[in-house]
């Protein structure tokens, strides 16, 4: 589907309702059409590394996904996704692997006025290397998209659809210092810590690796110690108007169990299907 020229801002204002219910009303009119059964909405779940999936994107759409994650590098002027540079594909960039078709639902929603509770969609970039390279290439690449991504415009924030956090090499000061930009940072627990707190507008996310913070390995219930510390940065984070996020969390449903007990926002998988049938038992 060829791209559109984004709507005006005053358009962009009044269309803040539906942009957040974009996928879920794509999603179900498709099924609808098909006679499919639109998969339950699962606003925790995260798509780990989820470019390496069979189908990018779809298979974490296909059950109910709100986030995922594409490590990008920047080479000959493309956004390319890959973990490694050896991995590297020039057919296998970020626009057509998740811009273009996230901006496709967007658009088969634009004319669908609905009611809901949904938190949007969330694309977390991680930059692998050269910031603010692949910063000012992001920018351009987004640019086409922007009638559906939550941005900052002379200052304000516009929700839409689709939120790109940056994570990995993050450019912080570059960013922190634009009032219009099309990007959010993913933050650390020091950014959570800290006082004052930085504000959502800038990071909406705190992320963190679990065994650094936490000696539990996956074996035995969760210390009392670091489960008080679990939820209370959950609360911490709620409070300042920001989601929680843990990586290389231990233990698979035992440690997503450790992670919907404390109120942790994010669960991250390289399982996607098996991360629904976990959630869908909430």
Request: contains cysteine.
């Given at each position: 589907?060829?791209?559109?020229?984004?709507?005006?801002?005053?358009?962009?204002?009044?269309?803040?309702?539906?942009?957040?219910?974009?996928?879920?009303?794509?999603?179900?009119?498709?099924?609808?059409?098909?006679?499919?059964?639109?998969?339950?909405v699962?606003?925790?779940?995260?798509?780990?590394?989820?470019?390496?999936?069979?189908?990018?994107?779809?298979?974490?759409?296909?059950v109910?996904?709100?986030?995922?994650?594409?490590?990008?590098?920047?080479?000959?002027?493309?956004?390319?996704?890959?973990?490694?540079?050896?991995?590297?594909?020039?057919?296998?960039?970020?626009?057509?692997l998740?811009?273009?078709?996230?901006?496709?639902?967007?658009?088969?929603?634009?004319?669908?006025?609905a009611?809901?509770?949904?938190?949007?969609?969330?694309?977390?970039?991680?930059?692998?290397?050269?910031?603010?390279?692949?910063?000012?290439?992001?920018?351009?690449?987004?640019?086409?998209?922007?009638?559906?991504?939550?941005?900052?415009?002379?200052?304000a924030?516009?929700?839409?659809?689709?939120?790109?956090?940056?994570?990995?090499?993050?450019p912080?000061?570059?960013?922190?210092?634009?009032?219009?930009?099309?990007?959010?940072?993913?933050?650390?627990?020091?950014?959570?810590?800290?006082?004052p707190?930085?504000?959502?507008?800038?990071?909406?996310?705190?992320?963190?690796s679990?065994?650094?913070?936490?000696?539990?390995?996956?074996?035995?219930?969760?210390?009392?110690?670091?489960?008080?510390?679990?939820?209370?940065?959950?609360?911490?984070?709620?409070?300042?108007?920001?989601?929680?996020?843990?990586?290389?969390?231990?233990?698979?449903?035992v440690?997503?169990e450790?992670?919907?007990?404390?109120?942790?926002?994010?669960?991250?998988?390289?399982?996607?299907?098996?991360?629904?049938?976990?959630?869908?038992?909430?």
């Amino acid at each position: 589907m060829p791209l559109r020229h984004p709507p005006s801002p005053s358009r962009a204002a009044t269309a803040l309702c539906e942009g957040c219910v974009a996928f879920t009303l794509a999603l179900a009119a498709s099924c609808a059409a098909t006679g499919a059964t639109a998969p339950a909405v699962l606003p925790r779940a995260h798509s780990h590394n989820d470019y390496l999936r069979a189908r990018p994107l779809l298979d974490a759409l296909d059950v109910g996904f709100r986030s995922v994650e594409a490590d990008v590098f920047a080479v000959g002027g493309e956004l390319l996704v890959a973990h490694e540079r050896s991995s590297l594909r020039a057919e296998r960039d970020l626009a057509s692997l998740y811009l273009t078709p996230l901006f496709e639902r967007h658009l088969a929603s634009e004319s669908v006025h609905a009611t809901g509770d949904d938190t949007g969609f969330t694309l977390l970039v991680d930059i692998k290397a050269d910031a603010e390279l692949t910063y000012a290439l992001l920018r351009e690449t987004l640019e086409p998209y922007r009638a559906m991504l939550t941005r900052l415009e002379d200052g304000a924030l516009l929700r839409s659809s689709v939120t790109v956090i940056l994570s990995g090499s993050r450019p912080r000061a570059t960013v922190a210092a634009e009032r219009d930009r099309l990007v959010f940072l993913d933050g650390r627990i020091p950014d959570l810590e800290g006082a004052p707190p930085v504000g959502p507008e800038l990071i909406p996310l705190i992320s963190a690796s679990f065994p650094r913070h936490f000696r539990w390995r996956g074996s035995g219930p969760l210390p009392e110690e670091e489960r008080a510390r679990l939820a209370e940065w959950a609360t911490l984070a709620h409070r300042q108007g920001k989601r929680l996020r843990f990586w290389a969390v231990p233990g698979d449903e035992v440690g997503w169990e450790v992670l919907r007990t404390a109120g942790v926002d994010l669960i991250g998988t390289d399982d996607p299907a098996r991360l629904a049938r976990f959630l869908s038992e909430e």
